[in-house]
């Protein structure tokens, strides 16, 4: 086994980093709370290299627990900055359609009324949402109802297995 002060690869990264191996890996584990994964994604290495690089140098390394911890002290503090963002914004539930389309009789609330009658379905999910779905295989359809209901939902797509068939799209519109 070739040792790693004759490795051309630890050249080639002390080059990059300009710096040597040891004091760097030292310093992104120990200063700057990198894991060896990150260490090995910042250099494009496998981790088990980074690992036993670790080993061979004998640079001692954190515990699993205080990365763990750390990450969750990170965390904590992006939910605590998010609820802080929340009380200073009041939150508006958007609105990704036109829920009063139906309430008054029109030509175009007949037509979606009718595809729905033809190709459409009602559904509660278990977490008591009611959604109206719409199917077609012509997406041209779909986006005329969207428009019409002035839905700002995103139209999905079903390629089935079966190479023969078509090609289905559907919008499903839905709220609590």
């Not at 986006?143 to 289905?168: A, P, Q």
Request: hydrophobic content about 35%.
């Amino acid at each position: 086994m070739q040792k790693l002060s004759e490795s051309q690869r630890v050249s080639e990264i002390e080059q990059k980093w300009q710096g040597d191996i040891e004091k760097l890996f030292y310093n992104w584990h120990w200063n700057d709370g990198f894991t060896h994964r990150e260490i090995a994604n910042k250099i494009d290495l496998p981790r088990p290299t980074i690992t036993r690089w670790f080993s061979q140098l004998q640079i001692p390394t954190q515990d699993c627990q205080r990365m763990t911890r750390r990450r969750w002290q990170i965390r904590l503090i992006k939910v605590l900055k998010l609820i802080e963002k929340q009380k200073r914004e009041p939150f508006q539930k958007p609105c990704l359609a036109n829920k009063h389309f139906f309430k008054s009789w029109t030509r175009e609330m007949a037509y979606v009324l009718g595809y729905f009658a033809a190709d459409g379905c009602m559904f509660i999910n278990p977490r008591g949402s009611h959604f109206i779905e719409f199917t077609s295989t012509d997406r041209e359809l779909i986006e005329k109802i969207k428009v019409l209901i002035g839905s700002k939902h995103k139209i999905g797509t079903h390629k089935h297995e079966n190479s023969n068939w078509l090609c289905s799209y559907r919008l499903q519109v839905g709220s609590k």
